[in-house]
């Protein structure tokens, strides 16, 4: 199994900033696209920005010049650097890592999500 812990979530003022991070665990051979998405109280999930392993990034256009996600392969964390933060920006983020695990001396695809981390963006 694959696990991931996320941190960084809170209050902030709109302008602030915040920097989320989510740190992969378990019997992982390889991470290939990490991302962060969120929910918003009665909307549905959606993509805030994702990172390929060959550093692609793809963004929501809402988030693009204010966000900024980022990578560190050997600690198979994934962060999103949130700058400008508007009161629309409030929601569950999650973040997302899929690759390729060890499962019973075979290699199988594995898909995880996060607990959830509460952004909060009021004055």
């Known amino acids: 199994q694959v696990q991931l812990v996320e941190s960084g979530g809170g209050l902030v003022q709109p302008g602030g900033s915040l920097q989320l991070s989510c740190a992969a665990s378990g019997s992982i051979f390889s991470v290939d696209t990490m991302g962060w998405y969120r929910q918003a109280p009665g909307k549905q999930r959606e993509l805030v920005a994702s990172l390929t392993s060959t550093g692609n990034s793809n963004y929501l256009d809402d988030v693009k010049g204010r966000f900024t996600i980022s990578r560190d392969n050997a600690k198979k964390a994934v962060f999103l650097q949130m700058n400008s933060l508007k009161p629309e920006d409030t929601a569950v983020y999650y973040c997302?890592?899929?690759?390729?695990?060890?499962?019973?001396?075979?290699?199988?695809?594995?898909?995880?999500w996060g607990q959830g981390t509460q952004v909060t963006v009021s004055s």
């Open positions: 997302n890592v899929g690759g390729l695990m060890v499962y019973l001396r075979t290699y199988q695809r594995y898909n995880s």
